[in-house]
Each structure stands twice: as structure tokens, then as C-alpha cells.
């Protein structure tokens, strides 16, 4: 099924008077918001599965109630706001309403670069949109290649392996255990208790099963035992700090919540508390823990870290996220090795570029921590792409508010970013 503007309930009317260069911004009025076209995927529009796909195919789609709340957070910002998936009927759609910018939260159906697939499509538009672009969101899907760019910049990450076939051989350097996933999904999927192994055999048959049903490459990574960690932020960092180095000291925290940086805030580092599973659960954040139990979810929030630690968790997240040219937001996970101590070197696992902004996102959760709400957060991920783009600002929600109270608290001069 695909929803079409008439269909789609949390649609509006298109704009009755369309400016001639395709955009809206000169009908608006002083003090109007933007015309904002919010896209979408949802997992009841995804496309028949196969016989073999696995169960949780679907588990990284959105629901019609996020996508409200979405709607709403933008609309109080004093948007209007046009909620349409982000399917084949995508160019039509846009062209007949001419807005002056999307808030993409598309993770795909299918392709290796689902995620870039609508941003692509934005740019033949030529409409500016949240979040990475295509490269960025092409590079940061595929966790191999994410990995290849990371150790290019001297990040640390788990040493690894992208598998093909069930018989490459395997890097003898390489020590068990290995964890393994795939190489293109989130939301923990295909992650569950068998991702840990400790032969050769049981590799084998768990990455023959994950290419047999992902269909796509299996990624092994060295497997750390050690603590959850994710750290998020939102904004984009000034022209001046772009390729400068980023002192670790500017990202202490003096009570261990958020931190403001150049432009960028990030909300402070949750923690996986698995206390609260039954004894036996499988000891990494699965697709089970993330879907099925999530209601039983606890995050340590902040996490309780030696603030030296914390600080180089937010080094890092900022490193990766300039490295793999995401913008407006993010999300990095991270472990924190077990055995070496509370000065571990924090692994990267990945970054999220299109990072899950549901109400029980843990993006949304972090910056909830902090006193954010919800939509609070929303606006903030618009307005970051509002300044990215030069267009003129007109939120005026809190996030807009703390928004420029970050960029009048970064260091040095802050300029908007060129790009
Ligand atoms: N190399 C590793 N060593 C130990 N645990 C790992 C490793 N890689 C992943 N994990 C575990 O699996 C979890 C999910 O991994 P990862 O973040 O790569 O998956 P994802 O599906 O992309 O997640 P998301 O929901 O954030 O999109 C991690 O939080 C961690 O518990
Ligand atoms: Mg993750």
C-alpha cells in the first residue's frame, strides 16, 4: 500500500498559491513558519516481504502515532507541516506543494543505500532537508565501510571482518569471540544471542543464517564485553571548528548532563541497564531487548562515568560524526571494555546519522534527561538544518531558544556552517 496527500490523514491541502521558482518561502508572511514537507516510512507501507525474511523485517519503520507527534512538535513551532511517505509518488507529491524544506526521517525499504534514497531524490528537487545527505547516509548504513573510515582518522573501533560467503576464510588475527550482525540494519536486528560465538563453526552457521535472510554482508567484529553507552547530539558545528582539532576539555560537563560545543549540544551519555532483564538474557542490546522487552527498558541516564570518560565519549561521537559527513544530528554507540577499568577506551560501534526520533527513542530519552520534551527535540533537529541552509529561522519553540543560547555560549567566533 502507499499513501497518497488526499489519502494520507495527517496531510493538508496543498498551497494555493505555488511562488514560480517552486518554493514557498515568498509567500510567507513576517512571522509565518516554513512550509515543511515530513517524510516518512512506515512499516505498514513497506513492500510484501519474502518467504524468508526474517521476523523483525519491519522493526526499524515508523508508525502513524510517531509521525503525529512529529507533526505536532512542528506544527506548535509554528509550521505547516505535510506529512507524506517518502515513496515513488514523492516527486509529485513535492512538486505540487512547494515547500521550503523536509524533515526526513526515511530509513528505506530496500537497496544498499535505502536510507540515501530520499535524499537523492530531494536534491533533483532541490529542496533542503534534516540530516545527512547522500553520501553520508550511504556511508554510515554500511557499518564495514563506517568502520574503514573511522580507523582511516585513528578512531578507535572493534577489529573486524566483512563476510561475503560462509567460507571466506577468516582473518587469523581476528580473537574469539567474535560478535557478528549485519552489515546494513539498526534496530538490533538480526542481533540476538547467537551474534556472540566462539568457534569457527558456530561463526560459520550464524553468518550463513544472516546472509541467507538480511541478504546482504555480515559484518565480525572482535566482541567486547563491557557496557552500553550511547551519546547524541544535535546542531551542526561552525565553519571555523569544522576540520579544527576538538579539545577534549571543552567537552567536560560539570554535572555530568549536557554539553555545549561550537554549535553542537550533546545530551548527556545514556547507559543499557541490564539489571532489569531475567537473569540469562542475552548479554548485548539484541532486537529482542530493543522490540519486544522494550517497555522494560532502563537507561542509566547519565551514565555514570569518570567525567574524563565521558569527555572523550563526546570527543569521539563529534569526531565520527564530522568524519562520516553527518549533519543536524546524531546518535554514536559505544562499549566500554569490562576487564580494562574505569579509564577503558570507549569502542566505537557505530554512528546513527538518521537516528530513531520516536517518543521512546533513546535520542528522545537522552535529551528528555536533560528537561527536554519530545518535541523540544524535534525542533531543534529543524532548526540545525533551518541554520545549515540559511533559512530564515521562524521556530519558536524552547529548542529554538537553547538552541541560540548554545551558539552564543560556543568558543571563538561562531559563523554558520557554509555547506
Ligand atoms: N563488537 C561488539 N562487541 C560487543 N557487543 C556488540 C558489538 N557490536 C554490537 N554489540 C551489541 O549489539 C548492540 C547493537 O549493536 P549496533 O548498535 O551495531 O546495532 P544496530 O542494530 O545498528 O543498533 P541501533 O538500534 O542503534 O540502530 C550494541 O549495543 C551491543 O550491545
Ligand atoms: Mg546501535
Known amino acids: ?28 508572511r513576517r512571522g509565518e513558519g516554513l512550509r515543511i514537507a515530513l517524510l516518512y ?32 512538535a512542528l506544527r506548535a513551532a509554528g509550521h505547516t507541516v505535510f506529512p507524506m511517505e517518502g515513496d515513488v509518488s514523492l516527486a509529485a507529491k513535492l512538486r505540487r506543494l512547494h515547500v521550503d524544506v523536509a524533515f526526513n526521517t526515511c530509513e528505506g525499504y530496500v537497496g544498499d543505500s535505502r536510507e540515501a534514497q530520499v535524499p537523492a531524490l530531494l536534491e533533483m528537487l532541490g529542496i533542503p532537508y534534516t540530516a545527512a545527505a547522500v553520501l553520508g547516509l550511504s556511508l554510515t548504513l554500511d557499518k564495514a565501510m563506517t568502520k574503514r573510515v573511522l580507523a582511516y582518522h585513528g578512531l ?10 560462509a567460507n571466506d576464510p577468516l582473518d587469523p588475527t581476528l580473537r574469539f569471540p567474535l560478535f557478528i550482525k549485519p552489515n546494513r540494519e539498526g534496530t538490533g536486528k538480526g542481533i540476538t544471542g547467537k551474534s556472540i560465538v566462539n568457534s569457527q563453526a558456530e561463526l560459520r552457521d550464524y553468518v550463513g543464517y544472516l546472509l541467507k535472510h538480511y541478504r546482504q554482508s555480515v559484518l565480525v567484529e572482535e566482541y567486547i564485553d563491557g557496557r552500553d553507552l550511547t551519546c547524541g547530539l544535535v546542531g551542526n558545528l561552525a565553519t571555523v571548528a569544522l576540520n579544527a582539532p576538538i579539545p577534549v576539555e571543552a567537552l567536560r560537563s560539570k554535572d555530568g548532563m549536557g554539553v555545549d560545543y561550537a554549535g553542537v549540544h550533546f545530551f548527556p551519555i545514556s547507559e543499557v541497564d541490564y539489571t532489569v532483564y531475567e537473569p540469562g538474557t542475552e548479554p548485548v542490546y539484541s532486537n529482542r531487548l530493543k522490540v519486544e522487552l522494550a517497555d522494560r527498558y532502563r537507561g542509566l541516564c547519565p551514565a555514570p562515568l569518570a567525567e574524563d570518560v565521558a569527555a572523550e565519549i563526546r570527543r569521539l561521537t563529534l569526531e565520527t560524526f564530522r ?97
Open 156 to 165: 578507535p573501533t572493534p577489529r573486524f571482518q566483512e563476510f561475503f560467503t
Open 41 to 72: 516510512n512506515l512499516a505498514q507501507n513497506a513492500p510484501a516481504l519474502g518467504g524468508d525474511a526474517p521476523a523483525d523485517a519491519l522493526d526499524e519503520l515508523d508508525t502513524q502515532k510517531n509521525v503525529e507527534a512529529y507533526a505536532a
Open 1 to 28: 500500500m502507499t499513501s497518497t496527500d488526499s489519502a494520507d490523514p495527517l496531510s493538508q491541502p496543498p498551497h494555493p498559491n505555488p511562488s514560480p521558482n517552486g518554493r514557498g518561502a515568498s509567500q510567507r
Open 323 to 419: 568524519r562520516t559527513q553527518s549533519v543536524d544530528l546524531c546518535r554514536v554507540d559505544f562499549r566500554l571494555d569490562r576487564q580494562s577499568g574505569p579509564h577503558a577506551q570507549p569502542q566505537i560501534l557505530e554512528i546513527n546519522s538518521l537516528p530513531g526520533l520516536t517518543p521512546i527513542s533513546a535520542l528522545t530519552l537522552c535529551a528528555e534527561a536533560e528537561g527536554w520534551t519530545h518535541a523540544d527535540l524535534i525542533v531543534a533537529v529543524m532548526n540545525a538544518a533551518i541554520g545549515r541552509h540559511h533559512l530564515s529561522p521562524k521556530a519558536n519553540g524552547k529548542a529554538a531558544v537553547r538552541a541560540t543560547r548554545a551558539a552564543q555560549a560556543a568558543p571563538g567566533p561562531v559563523v554558520e556552517t557554509s555547506f
